[in-house]
């Protein structure tokens, strides 16, 4: 998919594991996991406003586009 | 979920109930057709004058009377399968595993089996019928029970493709974050 999630990169620079964000968004380990390997299909809004709040970043530093 | 559970019980009975009729129905069948073989005369041709065609002058072998048992009893045991994996779609939903992986599938065997049954049982009577029992009644006597298990398929195959749609929706709905 030309849409890649660099979740990790942004959990690493602030120092967070994916168990205190899966809590602090309200979402299971097993969707977060989903999430990070780029194998979800869409983002709610809600999840995508709920992941910048936490990790206090903005939408683009956690998705981006790249050209296949 | 609650709602369907008695017409999906019913349902289950109901296959439980024809596949066990296919089953009794095909060894009787099969019983019928070593003893007619075995017997000399032509008692396996005028056993199936009676019970599958309308009475005629004409007498083929004992030997295609045979053939045409051997046709019908493998149709019944295609169509016990057939029944078989119904069931076990029925069982799949009782316990509320609605559309999993290869449901759609197993729909769509279930219905290509109803269709082609029916359309190989009719054209087994129709051919026998016509060309070795003389009996042109094939045309019209078993069309009725051709015909429901064609519709029946005919149905079955739509829900396969409605169910396939169904898959499509609710894996994009669990891969939603």
Same mark, same amino acid.
């Given at each position: 998919m030309p849409i890649i999630i660099n979740l990790d990169q942004v959990l690493a620079d602030? *120092?967070?594991? $994916?168990?205190?964000?899966?809590?602090?968004? =309200?979402?299971?380990?097993? *969707?977060?996991?989903?999430?990070? $390997? =780029?194998r979800a299909k869409a983002v709610r809004f809600s999840t995508l406003e709920a992941i910048c709040k936490a990790l206090d970043c903005q939408p683009g530093d956690i998705l981006a586009y790249t050209e296949e | 979920?609650? @709602?369907?559970?008695?017409?999906?019980?019913?349902?289950?009975?109901?296959?439980?109930?024809?596949?066990?009729?296919? /089953?009794?129905?095909?060894?009787?069948? /099969?019983?019928?057709?070593?003893?007619? @073989?075995?017997s000399g005369d032509e008692v396996?041709?005028?056993?199936?004058?009676?019970? !599958?065609?309308?009475?005629?002058?004409?007498?083929?072998?004992?030997? %295609?009377? #045979?053939?045409?048992?051997?046709?019908?009893?493998?149709?019944?045991?295609f169509l016990i399968f057939r029944l078989w994996l119904a069931s076990k779609i029925i069982r799949k939903y009782q316990v509320g595993k609605l559309l999993t992986l290869g449901h759609s599938k197993d729909l769509e065997k279930v219905g290509k089996g109803f269709d082609y049954y029916s359309f190989l049982w009719y054209a087994?009577?129709?051919?026998? &019928?016509? !060309?070795?029992?003389?009996?042109? @009644? #094939?045309?019209?006597?078993?069309?009725?029970?051709?015909?429901?298990?064609?519709? %029946? &398929?005919?149905v079955i195959l739509i829900l396969s493709s409605i169910s396939a749609k169904a898959e499509i929706l609710k894996e994009e709905n669990d891969l939603t974050v």
């Open positions: 602030r *120092n967070k594991k $994916s168990k205190e964000l899966a809590e602090m968004v =309200g979402i299971t380990e097993a *969707n977060l996991s989903i999430l990070k $390997s =780029g | 979920m609650n @709602t369907i559970r008695p017409h999906l019980r019913s349902i289950s009975i109901v296959l439980s109930l024809a596949q066990l009729y296919f /089953v009794f129905k095909s060894a009787s069948l /099969v019983i019928l057709a070593i003893l007619g @073989t075995s396996l041709v005028d056993i199936l004058k009676n019970d !599958f065609f309308t009475k005629s002058n004409d007498t083929p072998s004992n030997y %295609l009377a #045979a053939v045409f048992l051997l046709l019908i009893i493998g149709l019944n045991i087994t009577h129709l051919i026998f &019928g016509t !060309f070795f029992f003389n009996d042109l @009644t #094939a045309f019209y006597k078993t069309l009725p029970y051709a015909l429901i298990f064609f519709l %029946l &398929g005919k």
